[in-house]
């Protein structure tokens, strides 16, 4: 029988010559059973001389083609209707041996122009239907008839061709539109996944800026901070417990006078190219140090299972930042405590951060939130998950919010070390 659709939506026009190619061995297939079951299952002669001379020349020009097909990487649109001619004519030829216009199989030439209306430009399209046409008419009048001795048995598997015409038929338009409505359906989550990471990356964009607004803005009343912070702790009237408040605001000043000359460069930069190379838990011991430094009074416990030797990768600070803030949102609604779980192996970085806050909400998005944790109702405003969302998937990784037994939520991230290694 002539071809299915090759594709329904072929990524360029050498992927449709090379789908026609590999499914028109179905069309040489299909002619060689004819000629051997109809003389035997119908006792019908056939003149099975011309009718594989056809089937040959059909081999012929496939492998060849194949040859052809395998050097392409693009084609003009020409040459997949020069194909889909050859098809229309070695079917033609073999409908003429085979009773024209008489024989019900005719009505499987529609496939071949299913096919070229799914990958032709429209011009080259209605030719090929134009050729169908004018194949299916001069096979009206010009044709082979067949010799069949009883002519109530010939109706009889007249009827039974156009049952089978119609059943393949069915079947080749059910698969066609179930394939093209799939393609639909992929295209259009596509191009919205594609418009989602747009307007996240305009929304980075727009927090970069923002960084290198506020990193200037906020530098001066930052250094008159620490310069009376320095005097309050050289002050000899206070006592030793404002005296030590003194030195730790003087501390977390500095932090932060570290944390925005750095702002920048955090929020728009990737990978370093040809950073050192650190074993994981040394790195991931090291984001939990300074998590610890910036916020002491908030307990963090560590349970860290790493494979020995740990792998090594290459920092990012992109995904420090990420697993910073993610503890950060742990710590907001459970400053009783925060647990942080860490598992790596050859294949992948596991961190769970485990809170006691109020838990997941019913309608929890993470992509959407407006909050800065998905466990709590807080004020945020969301950047520090917008941030880590898009610095964990930038890296083939994912950040996966569940409910946590006793209440509370546990926040997993996952990393593909692949991603990472030097």
Not at 167 to 180: E, F, T
Not at 194 to 202: D, I, K, Q, S
Not at 229 to 234: H, Q, T
Request: hydrophobic share 50%; charged share 20%.
């Amino acid at each position: 029988m002539p071809l299915p659709l090759a594709a329904v939506t072929p990524s360029n026009p050498a992927d449709a010559l090379r789908r026609l190619l590999n499914l028109r061995w179905l069309s040489v297939a299909s002619m060689l059973v004819v000629v051997v079951s109809v003389p035997w299952l119908l006792d019908i002669p056939l003149p099975a001389r011309p009718l594989l001379q056809v089937v040959a020349a059909l081999i012929a020009i496939n492998v060849v083609s194949l040859l052809r097909a395998r050097r392409l990487s693009d084609l003009h649109p020409a040459e997949l209707f020069l194909q889909l001619s050859i098809d229309l004519g070695a079917w033609s030829v073999f409908l003429y041996f085979t009773g024209g216009a008489t024989n019900p199989l005719i009505s499987l030439l529609l496939p071949l122009v299913a096919i070229g209306a799914a990958t032709l430009t429209p011009l080259y399209a209605w030719a090929v239907a134009a050729e169908a046409v004018a194949a299916y008419s001069i096979l009206w009048d010009f044709n082979e008839q067949l010799d069949i001795y009883d002519s109530g048995l010939a109706v009889h598997w007249h009827l039974a061709g156009m049952w089978l015409t119609f059943a393949l038929s069915a079947g080749v338009i059910v698969w066609y539109v179930v394939r093209m409505t799939a393609a639909i359906r992929s295209r259009d989550q596509a191009l919205a996944e594609a418009r989602e990471a747009r307007l996240r990356n305009e929304r980075i964009v727009a927090l970069g800026n923002l960084a290198a607004g506020a990193a200037h803005e906020l530098g001066t009343p930052l250094g008159t901070m620490a310069i009376l912070a320095g005097e309050l702790v050289r002050n000899p009237r206070l006592d030793d417990d404002v005296r030590a408040d003194a030195e730790l605001l003087r501390q977390q000043v500095g932090h932060c006078k570290a944390i925005l000359s750095n702002l920048t460069l955090r929020a728009g930069s990737l990978r370093a190219e040809g950073g050192e190379a650190l074993p994981t838990d040394v790195w991931l011991r090291g984001i939990i140090d300074r998590w610890r430094s910036l916020r002491p009074h908030v307990p963090l416990s560590l349970r860290c299972h790493c494979a020995d030797p740990a792998p090594r990768l290459v920092a990012d600070t992109t995904l420090e930042q990420a697993i910073h803030n993610i503890i950060n949102n742990a710590a907001d609604v459970s400053p009783s405590g925060v647990e942080c779980e860490v598992e790596v192996d050859e294949a992948r970085i596991v961190v769970s951060v485990l809170d006691r806050g109020p838990g997941i909400p019913a309608d929890f998005r993470p992509a959407a939130t407006h909050h800065d944790d998905g466990s709590s109702g807080g004020d945020g405003l969301g950047i520090g998950l917008l941030l880590a969302f898009e610095a964990v998937e930038r890296c083939g990784g994912q950040v996966v919010f569940t409910p946590r037994p006793g209440g509370g939520t546990i926040a997993t991230l996952t990393l593909p070390l692949i991603s990472l290694r030097p």
